[in-house]
């Protein structure tokens, strides 16, 4: 028998069907490096070869979740994987005690892994969050098809071809920078996490979705706590010095949000302008933040400023355009 819930793209898939892949494929490492204040304007060029890693795990995420029927559950686990492929393979800054000489694995060390609590805690939240799960949710706002597959066969093999090319490139340019390799134990448990997640994935993504009766809160207060939390776990990240008090909290702010996400989003007053808020909250979250980050790049403060406030007021009218987009096309 086949599965009903599962969507295949059409067999003559255009350009124009495929450009909000093409969208997200930019959009990803725009948010991830670009917004967050990580890169400045001024080193612009490496969204070329941020793309094929970041966009191209989005978009393969997406593809991948849509084709299957299901939903945003499945993608924020699948998210957590490219996480732990980026961090624990690519740059190994997961086990990596000097990586990019920050000491990131010194607060809170785990001796017995090899790994930083407060840092895996971060680094993983990020990814799962900003890097892949809110410009999926931004660019299918802003799609008539949010629903559909956007790419046919082709199309997922080129992608997926930049995905590995990504993720190969990323890993040799990490190797020639510097000699730390990961332990053998370190590279299997690396491994096996990949494959429960993506099984775990398949699991959430097969099961019904359990609604329920009750009150939801407006999208706007939906936003307001998104952003409250968002930017009460980057604030924790900067400011709380001790490591494993530091893990706790961080830990905790993602239990409470999944607590609250999960209980609203299960009710039947649940809409996607709701799913575009949360997302929305969290990209105000990284619109802030850029202004008090240090890049990793050297650029003049000046410019640093200019780049933070144009990539923020590209993030609003975005979030703009999603809002007039899902008010005009409904829950579709």
């Not at 790994?115 to 931004?138: C, D, K, N, Q, R």
Request: proline letters at 5%.
């Amino acid at each position: 028998m086949t599965n009903p819930n599962v969507v295949t793209a059409p067999k003559h898939s255009s350009v124009k069907r495929s450009l909000p892949a093409l969208g997200l494929f930019f959009l990803s490492p725009l948010v991830a490096e670009f917004l967050l204040g990580n890169i400045p304007v001024s080193a612009f060029y490496a969204i070329l070869t941020l793309a094929p890693l970041y966009g191209g795990g989005a978009v393969l995420i997406r593809e991948l979740v849509r084709r299957r029927g299901w939903g945003y559950p499945s993608v924020i686990v699948l998210a957590l994987a490219y996480g732990v492929i980026e961090e624990g393979i690519t740059t190994q800054s997961l086990f990596n005690p000097n990586y990019a000489d920050l000491r990131l694995l010194d607060p809170g060390h785990i001796s017995a892994l090899g790994m930083g609590a407060p840092w895996t805690v971060f680094v993983l939240g990020l990814h799962t969050v900003w890097s892949i799960t809110v410009p999926i949710v931004l660019m299918e706002s802003v799609s008539r098809r949010p629903r559909e597959p956007w790419l046919g066969k082709v199309g997922l093999w080129v992608y997926g071809m930049l995905f590995l090319a990504g993720i190969v490139a990323t890993t040799a340019f990490g190797y020639s920078k510097d000699s730390f390799r990961a332990s053998t134990g370190q590279d299997v448990g690396v491994g096996i996490a990949i494959v429960v997640l993506i099984a775990l994935a398949v699991w959430i993504g097969r099961r019904a979705p359990r609604r329920t009766t009750g009150s939801v809160p407006s999208a706007w207060i939906v936003g307001v706590v998104a952003l409250a939390l968002s930017s009460g776990w980057m604030v924790v990240n900067d400011q709380v010095k001790n490591g494993w008090l530091e893990a706790v909290l961080l830990l905790a702010i993602e239990v409470l949000t999944v607590f609250v996400i999960v209980t609203w989003s299960r009710r039947t007053g649940w809409t996607r302008m709701h799913t575009l808020a949360a997302a929305g909250g969290a990209l105000l979250t990284y619109a802030w933040h850029a202004f008090p980050e240090k890049p990793v790049f050297d650029a003049p403060h000046s410019t640093d400023l200019i780049g933070n406030a144009v990539f923020a007021l590209l993030a609003v009218a975005l979030l703009i355009s999603a809002t007039i987009r899902r008010d005009k096309f409904g829950d579709s």
